[in-house]
């Protein structure tokens, strides 16, 4: 099954601006939407960008979603050091055996 | 509000079955499909499968295949997951989580997750 590749690690310090990066393919981020999550650890995983770059009601403006072509970015300005998790890019996947969804491997952010 | 409550941690022998339960609230359920995710130690999110609960149609990961079976009890407002044969590496967290229909992806409500770990 086709797979999302994102950077296994991303750091900065607080107020700063950091970028996470997710490669895809024309069968899925080509055509399809992208959503973000962020995860703390022993936590369920939350919405924070749907549709490539729409901000669910309660997500800080300092998360911003972009794509273009066959990748899409997460953008976090204004770094915190609540915003320590972990990141998953999301969309489907349009393969012959018909939609899945798939992931990204997700990426570790440290606050500094 | 939405709430998407699941069932306890379990422990499971190889070969056996496991049934996770997700009791769902606050919302329609016919508007929405839940979906089951799944997160072994360390490894990335996997997604397994979904219900649609418009019309109780499901869709389910090639990977999955023949082993997961998706249900849902309208009067009990639960979904449920059913995994056979288990292995080792099903050891993980299970997540129901709810998707608008239509918008495959947007995971918008998650479950707390459940702990299955298979041990012999």
């Known amino acids: 099954q086709s797979v999302l590749t994102q950077p296994p690690s991303a750091s900065g310090t607080p107020g700063q601006r950091v970028t996470i990066s997710c490669s895809g393919s024309s069968s899925n981020i080509g055509s399809n939407y992208v959503y973000w999550y962020q995860q703390v650890p022993g936590a369920a995983p939350k919405v924070l960008v749907y549709r490539n770059n729409q901000r669910p009601s309660g997500v800080p403006d300092r998360f911003s979603g972009s794509k273009s072509g066959t990748s899409a970015s997460l953008a976090i300005s204004g770094l915190r050091s609540e915003d320590e998790a972990d990141y998953y890019c999301a969309t489907w996947d349009d393969s012959v055996s018909g939609p899945h969804v798939i992931f990204g491997g997700g990426t570790k952010l440290t606050v500094l | 509000q939405v709430q998407l409550v699941q069932s306890g941690a379990e422990v499971k022998k190889p070969g056996a079955s496991v049934k996770v339960s997700c009791k769902a609230s606050?919302?329609?359920?016919?508007?929405?499909?839940m979906h089951w995710v799944r997160q072994a130690p360390g490894q990335r999110l996997e997604w397994m499968g979904w219900i649609n609960g418009g019309n109780g149609i499901t869709k389910y990961s090639q990977k999955f295949q023949g082993r997961v079976t998706l249900t849902w009890d309208t009067s009990a407002s639960t979904a449920y997951m059913d995994l056979s044969s288990l292995r080792s590496e099903d050891t993980a967290v299970y997540y129901c989580?709810?998707?608008?229909?239509?918008?495959?992806?947007?995971?918008?409500?998650w479950g707390q997750g459940t702990l299955v770990t298979v041990s012999s």
């Open positions: 606050g919302y329609t359920f016919s508007r929405y499909g």
């Open positions: 989580a709810r998707v608008p229909l239509g918008q495959l992806g947007h995971f918008d409500f």
